[in-house]
Protein backbone atom coordinates (compact mmCIF):
# COMPACT_ATOMS: atom_id res chain seq x y z
CA UNK A 1 0.00 0.00 0.00
CA UNK A 2 1.03 3.35 -1.30
CA UNK A 3 0.62 6.53 0.66
CA UNK A 4 0.27 9.67 -1.38
CA UNK A 5 -0.40 12.18 1.45
CA UNK A 6 0.90 12.06 5.15
CA UNK A 7 -2.94 12.42 6.44
CA UNK A 8 -3.87 9.32 4.68
CA UNK A 9 -1.59 7.17 6.92
CA UNK A 10 -3.56 8.46 9.86
CA UNK A 11 -6.62 7.30 8.09
CA UNK A 12 -5.64 4.06 7.31
CA UNK A 13 -4.35 3.56 11.39
CA UNK A 14 -7.90 4.59 12.52
CA UNK A 15 -9.40 2.51 10.20
CA UNK A 16 -7.56 -0.78 10.62
CA UNK A 17 -7.89 0.17 14.90
CA UNK A 18 -12.08 0.70 14.74
CA UNK A 19 -12.45 -1.95 11.52
CA UNK A 20 -14.05 -5.49 12.53
CA UNK A 21 -13.76 -8.50 10.46
CA UNK A 22 -16.50 -11.01 12.02
CA UNK A 23 -14.60 -10.05 15.58
CA UNK A 24 -13.02 -7.32 16.85
CA UNK A 25 -9.20 -7.32 15.91
CA UNK A 26 -6.91 -9.00 18.66
CA UNK A 27 -5.39 -5.42 20.88
CA UNK A 28 -1.69 -6.99 19.80
CA UNK A 29 -2.40 -7.16 16.40
CA UNK A 30 -4.33 -3.66 15.95
CA UNK A 31 -0.80 -2.33 18.12
CA UNK A 32 1.19 -3.47 15.03
CA UNK A 33 -0.75 -2.03 12.78
CA UNK A 34 -0.72 0.99 14.06
CA UNK A 35 3.09 1.00 14.09
CA UNK A 36 3.15 0.04 11.02
CA UNK A 37 1.02 3.17 10.01
CA UNK A 38 3.19 5.37 11.93
CA UNK A 39 6.01 4.25 10.64
CA UNK A 40 4.84 4.90 6.96
CA UNK A 41 3.65 7.91 7.66
CA UNK A 42 6.49 9.18 9.45
CA UNK A 43 8.52 8.22 6.30
CA UNK A 44 6.08 9.73 3.74
CA UNK A 45 5.97 13.01 5.57
CA UNK A 46 9.98 12.77 5.72
CA UNK A 47 10.27 11.88 2.19
CA UNK A 48 8.08 14.92 0.82
CA UNK A 49 10.14 17.72 3.38
CA UNK A 50 13.38 16.22 1.72
CA UNK A 51 11.70 16.95 -2.05
CA UNK A 52 10.63 20.28 -1.68
CA UNK A 53 14.01 20.75 0.00
CA UNK A 54 15.69 19.43 -3.01
CA UNK A 55 13.38 21.81 -5.23
CA UNK A 56 13.90 25.19 -3.27
CA UNK A 57 17.62 24.40 -3.42
CA UNK A 58 17.33 22.95 -7.08
CA UNK A 59 16.12 26.87 -7.98
CA UNK A 60 18.58 29.42 -8.69
CA UNK A 61 16.29 32.39 -8.23
CA UNK A 62 12.36 33.49 -9.18
CA UNK A 63 10.95 35.34 -12.10
CA UNK A 64 7.63 37.28 -12.81
CA UNK A 65 6.40 37.45 -16.09
CA UNK A 66 4.40 40.92 -16.24
CA UNK A 67 2.52 41.36 -19.58
CA UNK A 68 -0.20 43.74 -18.75
CA UNK A 69 -1.73 46.19 -22.20
CA UNK A 70 -2.88 49.46 -22.34
CA UNK A 71 -2.20 49.57 -26.14
CA UNK A 72 -1.75 46.90 -28.61
CA UNK A 73 -1.97 43.81 -26.96
CA UNK A 74 -0.14 40.86 -29.22
CA UNK A 75 -1.45 37.55 -29.14
CA UNK A 76 1.68 35.71 -28.61
CA UNK A 77 1.26 36.55 -24.83
CA UNK A 78 0.40 33.70 -23.74
CA UNK A 79 2.37 31.42 -25.76
CA UNK A 80 5.59 33.82 -24.50
CA UNK A 81 4.50 32.73 -20.98
CA UNK A 82 4.54 29.12 -21.81
CA UNK A 83 8.16 29.30 -23.38
CA UNK A 84 9.76 31.17 -20.70
CA UNK A 85 7.71 28.84 -17.87
CA UNK A 86 9.31 26.04 -19.80
CA UNK A 87 12.60 27.37 -20.06
CA UNK A 88 12.43 27.75 -16.19
CA UNK A 89 11.05 24.30 -15.45
CA UNK A 90 14.45 23.31 -17.77
CA UNK A 91 17.04 25.36 -16.39
CA UNK A 92 16.17 25.95 -12.24
CA UNK A 93 14.22 28.86 -12.10
CA UNK A 94 10.87 29.81 -11.26
CA UNK A 95 8.31 31.77 -13.03
CA UNK A 96 5.12 33.51 -11.91
CA UNK A 97 2.93 35.28 -14.35
CA UNK A 98 1.08 38.33 -14.35
CA UNK A 99 -1.54 41.09 -15.34
CA UNK A 100 -2.04 42.55 -12.03
CA UNK A 101 0.08 45.95 -11.51
CA UNK A 102 -0.70 46.00 -7.65
CA UNK A 103 1.83 43.19 -7.42
CA UNK A 104 3.95 46.20 -8.05
CA UNK A 105 4.94 47.14 -4.69
CA UNK A 106 8.15 46.35 -2.63
CA UNK A 107 7.01 43.49 -0.63
CA UNK A 108 5.39 42.59 -3.99
CA UNK A 109 8.76 42.13 -5.80
CA UNK A 110 10.92 41.41 -3.18
CA UNK A 111 10.52 37.18 -3.94
CA UNK A 112 12.22 38.27 -7.38
CA UNK A 113 15.85 38.61 -9.30
CA UNK A 114 13.88 39.54 -12.49
CA UNK A 115 11.17 40.79 -13.91
CA UNK A 116 10.49 40.14 -17.49
CA UNK A 117 8.29 43.08 -19.43
CA UNK A 118 6.43 40.55 -22.04
CA UNK A 119 5.09 42.48 -24.66
CA UNK A 120 3.45 45.06 -22.69
CA UNK A 121 2.16 47.88 -23.95
CA UNK A 122 1.32 51.76 -22.95
CA UNK A 123 1.31 53.25 -19.64
CA UNK A 124 1.02 49.73 -17.41
CA UNK A 125 1.79 50.86 -13.87
CA UNK A 126 0.99 53.97 -11.75
CA UNK A 127 3.05 56.44 -10.00
CA UNK A 128 3.68 54.46 -6.88
CA UNK A 129 3.82 51.18 -8.79
CA UNK A 130 6.82 52.84 -10.57
CA UNK A 131 8.68 53.94 -7.48
CA UNK A 132 8.70 50.10 -5.96
CA UNK A 133 10.25 49.07 -9.66
CA UNK A 134 12.97 51.66 -9.64
CA UNK A 135 13.40 50.54 -6.13
CA UNK A 136 14.14 46.85 -7.21
CA UNK A 137 16.34 47.72 -9.76
CA UNK A 138 18.62 49.78 -7.30
CA UNK A 139 18.53 47.13 -5.11
CA UNK A 140 20.33 45.10 -7.53
CA UNK A 141 17.99 42.85 -9.53
CA UNK A 142 17.10 42.29 -13.22
CA UNK A 143 15.14 43.67 -15.72
CA UNK A 144 14.19 41.69 -19.61
CA UNK A 145 12.28 43.55 -22.21
CA UNK A 146 10.45 41.81 -24.86
CA UNK A 147 9.30 43.23 -28.00
CA UNK A 148 6.74 45.57 -27.01
CA UNK A 149 8.56 46.48 -23.75
CA UNK A 150 9.73 49.59 -25.74
CA UNK A 151 6.54 50.68 -26.60
CA UNK A 152 5.19 51.01 -23.23
CA UNK A 153 5.40 53.64 -20.25
CA UNK A 154 6.37 56.91 -22.87
CA UNK A 155 5.81 59.26 -20.03
CA UNK A 156 8.24 57.63 -17.50
CA UNK A 157 11.83 58.56 -18.34
CA UNK A 158 13.33 56.23 -16.00
CA UNK A 159 11.78 53.43 -17.75
CA UNK A 160 12.80 54.51 -21.18
CA UNK A 161 16.53 54.61 -20.22
CA UNK A 162 16.56 51.18 -18.47
CA UNK A 163 15.03 49.32 -21.89
CA UNK A 164 17.42 51.85 -23.69
CA UNK A 165 15.15 53.76 -26.25
CA UNK A 166 11.39 53.83 -27.50
CA UNK A 167 9.50 52.25 -30.14
CA UNK A 168 9.11 54.29 -33.13
CA UNK A 169 7.23 51.86 -36.10
CA UNK A 170 7.82 49.04 -37.94
CA UNK A 171 6.86 47.74 -41.32
CA UNK A 172 4.98 44.59 -42.36
CA UNK A 173 6.46 41.14 -41.05
CA UNK A 174 9.17 39.97 -43.24
CA UNK A 175 12.34 38.47 -43.23
CA UNK A 176 15.58 39.79 -42.28
CA UNK A 177 19.07 39.15 -41.55
CA UNK A 178 20.49 39.56 -38.54
CA UNK A 179 24.43 40.00 -37.75
CA UNK A 180 25.94 39.59 -33.85
CA UNK A 181 27.62 42.16 -32.81
CA UNK A 182 28.74 40.07 -29.50
CA UNK A 183 29.30 36.69 -29.74
CA UNK A 184 30.32 35.98 -26.08
CA UNK A 185 27.27 37.19 -23.86
CA UNK A 186 24.87 35.12 -22.68
CA UNK A 187 22.18 35.86 -25.19
CA UNK A 188 24.09 35.23 -28.33
CA UNK A 189 26.38 32.34 -27.71
CA UNK A 190 25.69 29.76 -30.23
CA UNK A 191 23.81 32.17 -32.30
CA UNK A 192 24.56 32.31 -36.12
CA UNK A 193 25.67 35.42 -37.57
CA UNK A 194 24.15 36.19 -39.86
CA UNK A 195 20.94 35.09 -38.29
CA UNK A 196 17.80 34.97 -41.05
CA UNK A 197 14.51 34.47 -39.29
CA UNK A 198 11.25 36.15 -39.70
CA UNK A 199 9.61 38.62 -37.27
CA UNK A 200 8.39 42.31 -36.76
CA UNK A 201 11.41 44.71 -37.05
CA UNK A 202 11.25 47.57 -34.93
CA UNK A 203 12.32 51.26 -35.75
CA UNK A 204 13.29 53.15 -32.82
CA UNK A 205 12.80 56.82 -31.55
CA UNK A 206 17.03 57.30 -30.72
CA UNK A 207 19.36 55.09 -31.36
CA UNK A 208 20.55 53.68 -28.10
CA UNK A 209 23.90 52.29 -29.40
CA UNK A 210 25.94 55.14 -27.44
CA UNK A 211 24.51 54.21 -24.14
CA UNK A 212 24.06 49.91 -24.06
CA UNK A 213 25.97 46.88 -25.00
CA UNK A 214 24.44 45.99 -28.33
CA UNK A 215 24.51 42.38 -29.32
CA UNK A 216 22.47 41.92 -32.50
CA UNK A 217 21.90 44.39 -35.48
CA UNK A 218 19.59 43.78 -38.21
CA UNK A 219 20.58 44.39 -41.90
CA UNK A 220 18.74 47.13 -43.40
CA UNK A 221 19.54 45.98 -47.21
CA UNK A 222 17.92 42.64 -46.31
CA UNK A 223 14.22 43.88 -45.96
CA UNK A 224 12.45 46.77 -46.30
CA UNK A 225 11.11 49.67 -43.90
CA UNK A 226 14.00 50.09 -42.19
CA UNK A 227 14.92 54.03 -40.95
CA UNK A 228 17.58 53.64 -38.33
CA UNK A 229 20.53 53.34 -40.47
CA UNK A 230 23.64 51.79 -39.47
CA UNK A 231 24.29 50.43 -37.11
CA UNK A 232 20.27 49.12 -36.79
CA UNK A 233 20.40 48.00 -32.96
CA UNK A 234 18.09 44.85 -32.02
CA UNK A 235 18.71 43.29 -28.81
CA UNK A 236 21.40 44.86 -26.35
CA UNK A 237 22.28 44.79 -22.14
CA UNK A 238 23.64 47.40 -19.69
CA UNK A 239 24.04 48.01 -16.56
CA UNK A 240 21.38 50.97 -15.42
CA UNK A 241 20.64 52.45 -11.97
CA UNK A 242 22.68 49.41 -10.26
CA UNK A 243 20.76 46.96 -11.70
CA UNK A 244 20.76 44.86 -15.37
CA UNK A 245 18.74 45.50 -18.14
CA UNK A 246 17.90 43.34 -21.14
CA UNK A 247 15.94 44.03 -23.80
CA UNK A 248 15.43 42.24 -27.27
CA UNK A 249 13.18 43.59 -29.62
CA UNK A 250 12.55 40.12 -31.04
CA UNK A 251 9.17 37.84 -29.95
CA UNK A 252 6.61 39.38 -31.63
CA UNK A 253 5.08 36.64 -33.78
CA UNK A 254 3.95 33.21 -31.71
CA UNK A 255 6.40 31.39 -33.45
CA UNK A 256 9.50 32.85 -32.37
CA UNK A 257 8.59 31.39 -29.11
CA UNK A 258 9.24 28.01 -31.04
CA UNK A 259 12.47 28.49 -32.51
CA UNK A 260 15.42 26.94 -30.26
CA UNK A 261 17.65 30.04 -31.17
CA UNK A 262 15.22 32.78 -29.97
CA UNK A 263 14.91 30.51 -26.84
CA UNK A 264 18.52 30.21 -26.31
CA UNK A 265 18.73 34.35 -26.88
CA UNK A 266 15.94 34.48 -24.26
CA UNK A 267 17.27 32.53 -21.84
CA UNK A 268 20.09 33.82 -22.28
CA UNK A 269 19.58 37.66 -21.62
CA UNK A 270 17.01 36.63 -18.66
CA UNK A 271 20.25 34.75 -16.93
CA UNK A 272 22.03 38.08 -17.42
CA UNK A 273 19.28 39.88 -15.86
CA UNK A 274 19.38 37.73 -13.00
CA UNK A 275 23.56 38.33 -12.57
CA UNK A 276 23.82 34.49 -13.37
CA UNK A 277 27.63 32.99 -13.68
CA UNK A 278 27.08 30.25 -16.63
CA UNK A 279 30.83 29.34 -14.78
CA UNK A 280 29.33 27.84 -12.13
CA UNK A 281 25.75 25.96 -13.87
CA UNK A 282 27.39 24.17 -17.14
CA UNK A 283 24.10 21.97 -16.80
CA UNK A 284 23.08 24.36 -18.95
CA UNK A 285 23.43 22.74 -22.41
CA UNK A 286 21.35 25.72 -24.79
CA UNK A 287 23.51 28.14 -23.56
CA UNK A 288 27.09 26.53 -24.39
CA UNK A 289 28.68 27.65 -27.44
CA UNK A 290 28.13 25.32 -30.10
Known amino acids: MVFRRYDDAFIFVRMAVNSKRGSIISGKRSLWIVILGVVMATAVAACTTLAASQAQE ?3 FNVLVFSKTAGYRHSAIDT ?3 TIQ ?7 FSVDATEDAARFTDSGLAPY ?3 IFLNTSGDVLDAAQQGAMERFIQNGNGFVGVHSASDTEYGWAWYGQLVGTYFADHPAIQTAKLNVADGTHLATLGLPSPWTRTDEWYNFTSNP ?3 VNVLLTIDETSYSGGTMGKPHPL ?3 HEFDNGRSF ?3 LGHTEASYSEP ?3 KHLLGGILYAAGVDLTNHTFLPTIQSD
Open 209 to 211: SGN
Open 86 to 92: ALGNQHG
Open 235 to 237: AWY
Open 247 to 249: YTA
Open 58 to 60: STM
Open 113 to 115: AVI
Open 261 to 263: LFQ
Open 80 to 82: GIA
